[in-house]
């Protein structure tokens, strides 16, 4: 074999034998530290673009080692598999494993995801990927059908977001490392539950980020909020991808991950033919393949450019999906009534309406907050390709406060925000606790141990802030009691008031799951209707013999509402405002229609009708 071709880092060949290869075209020559369970130095071979190899026997997996740079300092390996004692230690040597994986799996078809956003360290007590195994039979019970996890790549201390990852292979160790992301991984896809990764590679966290010293990963062409760009298209950029593309396939082929979130790609930037984003897609496609098994890349984005998850045929780039944020946009606008920030480009019903019908709202029309047009028009683009939310950890966390909109609005008004995500055309996603009504912040935190780092952060958070109106003292992001307050309280749960609202979330996904209507998804048979005065929105959405109409009411005043249904019985599948729901009352029952019913609303409210055969 060509050693170029060998994968990326440690390989455990087997027979205690070991290959090791690295990318370090700034290095003139690269030795192989071992410094446990012996300690020795091997020397390694200089090959074509920069690359350094070699196999060593008497390596096992638990080996751990570091790279000598031109024999003045020494590295942990960039493409690490795990980090045991933190950034600037060791790496280790990891065995493979190619038959830990549930066998029938093959991945669920996108429009079927229910996707539950969560960051591992604050979701437990225990902070651990396996201790969110237990809790993943409430999860399906809930309706959702893939859980998506914050990034996970290996981060300074113990305490982050995860977008300070600076090894992009290591599962976080704090987490739990690869063992325990295999055993969450396997748990989930006993349950039939997909496993969406959210990866970063749009920059790296500053501590622990050793990747210049080795080779030309970054340039100056571009500039990030974080510093110098990923080289992508300047000379060097094919070995840059190739390390990118290799971390994508570690996770979804070695790691057997069903789904990769690409954090933030406007801030990759790139000018070639090619585009790193569509080799990507096109190689995780491609080993997904010949593995039988569905894998999908999503991109969050803020340039509303269909063009990213257009096909390959169609001149796209061929990702799967794209988080929408203008649908979330409009509906916190709605429900919240806050215009501060990139938010006072938002706050009308008829937007809503049209975030229903395209999946972007800003599709070429002037932005106030940018000052510019923004966006193109989406409106052939498959609706299962636009995942929506009415809260992240984006939008929650990057608040003052990190309040939740359990926080925000009223029990009624969480369920019209609730409902409008449900029954929505589009792939829904949910932040962890939102279903229960979780009291607590999510709030931005890091463990940095460079004092400067720490300042920083500090005074990146305040700069953020200064679009918004929020008041008080900025929580500081480097004190353990922020992580802390950032934790779930699943204790109360099954307590009144919040096991109803849970209730109310299984019921909203049971009904997405079991009406053909809703179930499938399609911006094409549906009607949407705004009514500004009224304070509502009208839709209809149809498939073959299904058919299912709703009302979402955003007023505070009582209203009565004509709705345009075709003639025929209409259920009533669901009323927010049900007693059962802790609402002040709903109505039940069949509604008979000659071409226009009228309903009563008295409050915010979601109004599911399914016609009857």
Not at 3 to 17: I, M, S
Not at 256 to 283: G, M, N, Q, T, V
Not at 418 to 438: D, H, I, N, T
């Amino acid at each position: 074999m060509n050693n170029l071709h060998q994968r990326l880092g440690a390989t455990y060949l087997g027979n205690n034998r070991a290959a090791f290869l690295v990318w370090a075209s700034r290095a003139q020559s690269v030795e192989l530290h071992l410094t446990s369970p012996d300690d020795r130095l091997v020397a390694m071979q200089s090959l074509d673009r920069g690359y350094f190899y070699v196999e060593c026997d008497n390596v096992a997996p638990g080996a751990r080692y570091m790279y000598r740079i031109d024999a003045d300092r020494e590295r942990p390996d960039p493409a690490s598999r795990r980090q045991p004692v933190g950034v600037h230690g060791p790496s280790e040597v990891v065995a493979d494993q190619s038959d830990w994986d549930v066998a029938h799996w093959h991945g669920l078809p996108l429009q079927d995801y229910v996707v539950y956003e969560l960051h591992v360290g604050t979701f437990t007590p225990e902070g651990t990927f396996e201790a969110i195994i237990p809790r993943l039979d409430r999860l399906k019970q809930l309706g959702v059908t893939a859980i998506e996890l914050c990034p996970i790549a290996q981060f300074p201390g113990e305490r982050n977001w995860g977008y300070d990852g600076v090894y992009q292979y290591a599962a976080q160790e704090s987490y739990g490392g690869v063992g325990g992301l295999r055993a969450l991984v396997r748990a989930c896809h006993e349950r039939d539950m997909a496993v969406v990764l959210d990866v970063v590679y749009n920059h790296l966290g500053p501590e622990g980020n050793y990747l210049a010293d080795f080779a030309h990963y970054f340039t100056d062409r571009y500039h990030t909020p974080w510093g110098s760009a990923l080289n992508f298209d300047t000379p060097h950029s094919d070995e840059v991808r190739r390390f990118f593309i290799e971390n994508a396939l570690w996770w979804t082929r070695d790691l057997r991950i069903d789904a990769l979130r690409l954090d933030a790609i406007h801030a990759i930037f790139d000018e070639s033919a090619r585009p790193f984003l569509a080799e990507l897609a096109a190689e995780v496609h491609e080993e997904a393949d010949r593995q039988n098994r569905r894998v999908f890349v999503i991109e969050e984005s803020n340039k509303n450019d269909p063009r990213h998850i257009q096909s390959i045929e169609l001149g796209g780039y061929g990702l799967d999906g794209v988080w929408a944020d203008d649908f979330h946009h409009c509906v916190h606008t709605l429900v919240t009534g806050e215009r501060d920030g990139y938010y006072r480009d938002f706050g009308q019903l008829e937007q809503l309406a049209k975030a229903f019908r395209e999946g972007f709202v800003f599709t070429g029309q002037r932005s106030s907050y940018r000052g510019r047009r923004h966006g193109q028009s989406s409106v052939g683009v498959p609706a299962e390709r636009f995942v929506i939310c009415a809260q992240n950890h984006d939008q929650v966390g990057n608040r003052l406060g990190g309040e939740r909109l359990s926080q925000l609005v009223s029990l009624e008004r969480q369920k019209l925000a609730a409902g409008l995500v449900a029954f929505s055309p589009f792939v829904p996603m949910l932040f962890m606790g939102e279903e229960y009504g979780e009291p607590a912040p999510f709030l931005y935190f890091v463990s940095h141990g460079d004092h400067d780092l720490i300042e920083s952060v500090r005074r990146g958070r305040r700069e953020e802030f200064a679009d918004f109106s929020w008041e008080g003292d900025i929580p500081d992001p480097q004190s353990p009691e922020t992580f802390e307050r950032s934790r779930l309280h699943w204790e109360i749960i099954d307590q009144h008031g919040h096991i109803q609202l849970w209730q109310y979330y299984q019921k909203l996904y049971e009904l997405r799951r079991t009406v053909p209507a809703l179930r499938h998804l399609s911006k094409e048979n549906q009607q949407v209707i705004a009514w500004p005065k009224q304070r509502a929105m009208y839709v209809r959405r149809e498939h073959s013999a299904s058919d299912a109409a709703m009302v979402f009411y955003f007023g505070d005043a009582s209203a009565n509402l004509l709705l345009p249904l075709p003639r025929g019985q209409w259920q009533v599948a669901l009323d927010s405002s049900d007693s059962v729901w802790l609402g002040p009352g709903g109505i039940h029952g069949v509604l008979e229609s000659e071409d226009e019913v009228s309903v009563s609303r008295d409050g915010p409210s979601v109004l599911l009708l399914v016609r009857q055969e």
